[in-house]
């Protein structure tokens, strides 16, 4: 009997636990279709624009968690996450199945620009590629990097970019068989970052200096210094236009690209740990304990998503 208790007992705590589970990652293909990943292999869409949320069942186990996501259209996309996992669906995520990632590495981003031709990085300078959908998946040494990719950008099928956690930049001009490194000038650790085209790009210093590049991270200009938060994530919309998002809550706006930036009401203290837009209106922020805020106004206001 007392057997019995702790099991169930065990079972409702992890239950709990998963069903606050904190939320990763996100990407949207119009206002209406977004996916959201995160713990506990939680894997969330929409397509009415955040007024309902739909559970779709992932396979995985509670203790792997989903990091990054990436749709092409609305049938089919991939999922990655802990322990080398990648997810594909070809149903719009009726259904999800499991894809031999060749790596045991944490994966933390992936990148499709078709069906076929992907990209996927995450831990200790994780690098895998495929043509062929996610069938095969080939992974690649990027020199003697040890560095977590945190951030990864392809505008086609031959150049892309890749930020390090310790600021590493990596550019690729044949689709990812080689990478120029740079170590950007910022002096920051675990950057987050984002690249507009391969050209124009942002990253946050851990002091809350935001720098900008206008030539694919050879030099960098300090944009906004001692920002009073911890940020975890940046997004521009346009080259003037962009948000920051970090802990208990924060979001902060630029109108000028990102050389002044103003405080924003979220309407929460969850540590939010990605934002994306799909227009210059219509956005989300993501984060623990299950957070997903939602503006349609441009960041003005906030509201709180009901899952």
């Known amino acids: 009997m007392h057997k019995l208790f702790a ?9 709990g636990n998963c069903y606050g589970a904190d939320l990763n990652g996100l990407c949207s293909l119009d206002n209406k279709n977004w996916w959201i990943v995160g713990d506990c292999g939680k894997i969330l869409h929409t397509n009415d624009g955040g007024i309902k949320w739909n559970v779709q069942k992932s396979g995985l186990a509670e203790d792997n968690s989903l990091r990054g996501v990436h749709f092409v259209d609305l049938k089919h996309g991939w999922a990655v996450g802990n322990k080398g996992m990648i997810l594909h669906t070809s149903d719009g995520g009726k259904n999800w199945k499991v894809q031999v990632s060749r790596t045991k590495g944490n994966l933390t981003r992936v990148r499709f620009i078709d069906t076929k031709i992907g990209w996927a990085i995450g831990q200790l300078g994780t690098f895998v590629l495929t043509v062929d959908g996610g069938k095969t998946w080939q992974p690649k040494k990027i ?4 560095e977590d990719f945190l951030y990864l950008r392809m505008d086609d099928s031959k150049n892309g970019i890749i930020i390090g956690s310790k600021g590493c930049i990596l550019r690729t ?7 120029k490194i740079r170590q950007n000038s910022t002096g ?10 391969t050209e124009i790009g942002w990253t946050v210093s851990d002091n809350g200096t935001v ?6 991270g050879n030099e960098w200009r300090k944009s906004e210094t001692n920002l009073p938060e911890t940020f975890r994530a940046i997004f ?8 920051l998002v970090g802990c208990n809550g924060a979001i902060y706006h630029t109108e000028d690209g990102g050389y002044k930036w103003t405080p924003l009401k979220s309407g929460t203290k969850a540590h939010l740990n990605t934002i994306s837009f799909s227009d210059t209106m219509t956005g989300f922020a993501i984060g623990a304990a299950g957070t997903i805020v939602i503006t349609r106004d441009g960041g003005k206001t906030w509201k709180t998503c009901k899952k």
């Open 236 to 243: 521009f919309m346009n080259p003037s236009m962009g948000w």
């Open 211 to 216: 720098w900008r590049t206008s030539d694919g």
């Open 143 to 146: 020199g003697y990097i040890t």
């Open 7 to 15: 099991i169930s007992l065990m079972i409702f705590i992890l239950a």
């Open 188 to 197: 920051c650790s675990v950057c987050p970052g984002f690249f507009l085209t």
């Open 173 to 179: 001009e044949d689709g990812g068989i080689n990478w």
